[in-house]
């Protein structure tokens, strides 16, 4: 079974509206599927009122969002009260700290990353200096900006509390094995196990429990969807993290770490994603009653199947340029690496290219992605950055050769 590229295209209208355009800056904010826009258009012309009252349009509103949480909550195989759906990840990871954070020692340690956006490394920095805890940093190679989870596991001791990472990188497009990650660190420490799925959630949404993270969280902007961040937090943690909104709704599970409230509308829409998911996996062979899990396995297979096609082409050009240095992996292999491309031109900079790339119609992206610290770690000047092409399924092999003919004459 391969990927109905026209099928897949015929549910973004941005396809349709604005058909000469390649758009592969996928990971900076996908296209809108369009059941999302008829979830938000259906919300705002029928049941725009405060949710949860006892008239009708407010209880539909409510009920409207109630199908969200559960239909993410059975996506992600967790617990609706073990699910947020608050304004962005930056806010959820920034809500976090302080929840993590208040019951932090002088003396404890953390882990983060050399490798990860900066949401998932500022914001734990800042609550340890605060606390006196130590920041122990698992470093990237040089070279190619790729973990060594060997590396990580030697830097676990009994005083580590929390480790944060990323699922993938939104640089190198590395995949991190997460699962086995957590295995070894469970097996070694106590420690707890954040992971940020943002740049990896556009390619696959994950089963949580079989991962087994104790937080895990993404952004819906960029799986199709509203602006808005899920955010997972473990049940069995509920007692050691301290709540973060109004006193008085502090045992409600689902408004525990929002201290924003939800944005209705948009909170209502993220079920759009799945009616999207739903309408791919039946046209692909699949049935509604398939286990909502297996249905996100089956998506992956056509996902990364079709974009693996569209990867490899373009790392072998800029692997082989003397006009570029890639970033991360050279090769694709099944689930490792992500369609999402960063390198540093050579010979001009990246704004250059990136401007290069627009005038043949090419939206692509450059600059530091709020990842200075990786790219200070390559040793790549942050204040031109890397270029970077994000690519998701909804992009086709035609669109690949007219990015490799666009790179050719701007690099
Ligand atoms: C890997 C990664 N993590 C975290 C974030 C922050 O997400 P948000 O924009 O929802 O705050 C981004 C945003 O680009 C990202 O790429």
Same mark, same amino acid.
């Given at each position: 079974?391969?990927?109905?590229?026209?099928?897949?295209?015929?549910?973004?209208?941005?396809?349709?509206?604005?058909?000469?355009?390649?758009?592969?800056?996928?990971?900076?904010?996908?296209?809108?599927?369009?059941?999302?826009?008829?979830?938000?258009?259906?919300?705002?012309?029928?049941?725009?009122?405060?949710?949860?009252?006892?008239?009708?349009?407010?209880?539909?509103?409510?009920?409207?969002?109630?199908?969200?949480?559960?239909?993410?909550?059975?996506?992600?195989?967790?617990?609706?009260?073990?699910?947020?759906?608050?304004?962005?990840?930056?806010?959820?990871?920034?809500?976090?700290?302080?929840?993590?954070?208040?019951?932090?020692?002088?003396?404890?340690?953390?882990?983060?990353?050399?490798?990860?956006?900066?949401?998932?490394?500022?914001?734990?920095?800042?609550?340890?200096?605060?606390?006196?805890?130590?920041?122990?940093?698992?470093?990237?190679?040089?070279?190619?900006?790729?973990?060594?989870?060997?590396?990580?596991?030697?830097?676990?001791?009994?005083?580590?509390?929390?480790?944060?990472?990323?699922?993938?990188?939104?640089?190198?497009?590395?995949?991190?094995?997460?699962?086995?990650?957590?295995?070894?660190?469970?097996?070694?420490?106590?420690?707890?196990?954040?992971?940020?799925?943002?740049?990896?959630?556009?390619?696959?949404?994950?089963?949580?429990?079989?991962?087994?993270?104790?937080?895990?969280?993404?952004?819906?902007?960029?799986?199709?969807?509203?602006?808005?961040?899920?955010?997972?937090?473990?049940?069995?943690?509920?007692?050691?993290?301290?709540?973060?909104?109004?006193?008085?709704?502090?045992?409600?599970?689902?408004?525990?770490?929002?201290?924003?409230?939800?944005?209705?509308?948009?909170?209502?829409?993220?079920?759009?994603?799945?009616?999207?998911?739903?309408?791919?996996?039946?046209?692909?062979?699949?049935?509604?009653?398939?286990?909502?899990?297996?249905?996100?396995?089956?998506?992956?297979?056509?996902?990364?199947?079709?974009?693996?096609?569209?990867?490899?082409?373009?790392?072998?050009?800029?692997?082989?340029?003397?006009?570029?240095?890639?970033?991360?992996?050279?090769?694709?292999?099944?689930?490792?690496?992500?369609?999402?491309?960063?390198?540093?031109?050579?010979?001009?900079?990246?704004?250059?290219?990136?401007?290069?790339?627009?005038?043949?119609?090419? @939206?692509? /992206?450059? &600059? %530091?992605?709020? +990842?200075?610290?990786? =790219?200070? #770690?390559? @040793?790549? /000047?942050? &204040? %031109?950055?890397? +270029?970077?092409?994000? =690519?998701? #399924?909804?992009?086709?092999?035609?669109?690949?050769?007219?990015?490799?003919?666009? =790179?050719?004459?701007?690099?």
């Amino acid at each position: 079974m391969v990927l109905d590229i026209d099928f897949v295209r015929a549910q973004f209208p941005q396809c349709a509206n604005d058909p000469e355009r390649v758009f592969c800056s996928n990971a900076g904010g996908s296209y809108m599927a369009r059941q999302v826009i008829d979830r938000l258009d259906h919300y705002n012309a029928h049941t725009r009122v405060q949710p949860y009252y006892a008239f009708s349009p407010s209880r539909e509103a409510g009920e409207a969002m109630d199908v969200a949480k559960q239909g993410w909550a059975r996506a992600l195989n967790i617990g609706v009260e073990e699910l947020t759906i608050g304004p962005s990840t930056s806010m959820n990871s920034y809500v976090m700290a302080q929840a993590l954070g208040a019951s932090w020692q002088s003396g404890d340690e953390i882990i983060i990353t050399q490798q990860d956006h900066e949401a998932n490394i500022g914001v734990w920095r800042r609550k340890a200096e605060e606390k006196g805890v130590t920041v122990r940093e698992w470093a990237i190679d040089p070279m190619t900006g790729l973990l060594d989870p060997a590396d990580l596991y030697a830097l676990l001791t009994e005083r580590t509390r929390w480790l944060f990472f990323t699922h993938c990188s939104n640089l190198m497009g590395t995949v991190n094995p997460v699962a086995d990650i957590v295995r070894q660190v469970r097996k070694q420490s106590a420690a707890r196990v954040c992971v940020d799925a943002v740049a990896y959630a556009p390619h696959h949404i994950c089963d949580l429990k079989a991962l087994g993270v104790d937080i895990y969280l993404f952004s819906l902007y960029k799986v199709f969807g509203p602006h808005q961040g899920i955010l997972y937090v473990n049940q069995e943690q509920a007692n050691e993290l301290q709540g973060q909104s109004h006193y008085f709704i502090q045992e409600v599970d689902s408004k525990r770490y929002n201290p924003a409230g939800p944005q209705h509308a948009q909170v209502v829409s993220c079920q759009g994603v799945l009616d999207y998911f739903d309408v791919l996996h039946r046209h692909h062979g699949g049935s509604g009653d398939d286990d909502p899990c297996d249905k996100m396995e089956a998506l992956q297979r056509l996902f990364w199947a079709h974009e693996k096609q569209l990867t490899a082409p373009l790392l072998d050009y800029l692997d082989q340029s003397s006009h570029a240095r890639l970033l991360g992996k050279t090769h694709c292999n099944d689930g490792d690496r992500a369609p999402t491309i960063a390198f540093k031109p050579l010979r001009k900079s990246s704004a250059e290219v990136a401007a290069s790339m627009d005038q043949d119609g090419i @939206g692509t /992206e450059n &600059g %530091d992605f709020y +990842a200075p610290r990786a =790219l200070e #770690h390559l @040793g790549i /000047e942050t &204040g %031109d950055g890397a +270029a970077r092409i994000s =690519l998701v #399924h909804y992009n086709t092999l035609d669109e690949v050769e007219r990015i490799l003919a666009s =790179l050719e004459r701007a690099l």
